[in-house]
């Protein structure tokens, strides 16, 4: 099974930057659609961000339009999440996974085979 690595996570004041990187242990992996979700202890694991292919389309959950975004590094294979204008409720640990799905049919945990382990992004003053 691929292993999917995620890297960047931290602690940041609100309104603050971060970007998160996932890598696979396969460098020749490069499935169709990836995506990242999130999850607070207690609660269920949200959808976040999804990207088809190399950025054919991109999807996001309402909560970061427009502050979020999501993109494909075909040389590196690396996919990554920009997130500008943090909140504290953007507080969570951060997962990348990976779909054979050619297309995004909406927030589908379940679309998505391969997960990383995730990364924690805490925002605080």
């Known amino acids: 099974q691929v292993q999917l690595v995620e890297s960047g996570g931290g602690l940041v004041q609100p309104g603050g930057s971060l970007r998160l990187s996932c890598s696979s242990s396969?460098?020749?992996?490069?499935?169709?659609?990836m995506g990242w979700f999130r999850q607070v202890p207690g609660k269920e694991r949200e959808f976040v961000a999804a990207?088809?292919?190399?950025?054919?389309?991109?999807h996001y959950a309402d909560s970061v339009k427009g502050r979020f975004t999501i993109s494909r590094d075909r040389a590196s294979n690396t996919l990554y999440l920009q997130m500008d204008t943090l909140k504290p409720e953007d507080t969570a640990v951060y997962f990348c996974?990976?779909?054979?799905?050619?297309?995004?049919?909406?927030?589908?945990?379940?679309?998505?085979?391969?997960w990383g382990q995730g990364t924690q992004v805490t925002v605080s003053p």
């Open positions: 396969d460098p020749t992996f490069k499935p169709y659609m």
């Open positions: 990207i088809v292919w190399f950025g054919i389309s991109t």
């Open positions: 996974a990976a779909s054979p799905k050619i297309e995004f049919r909406g927030p589908r945990e379940w679309d998505f085979d391969d």
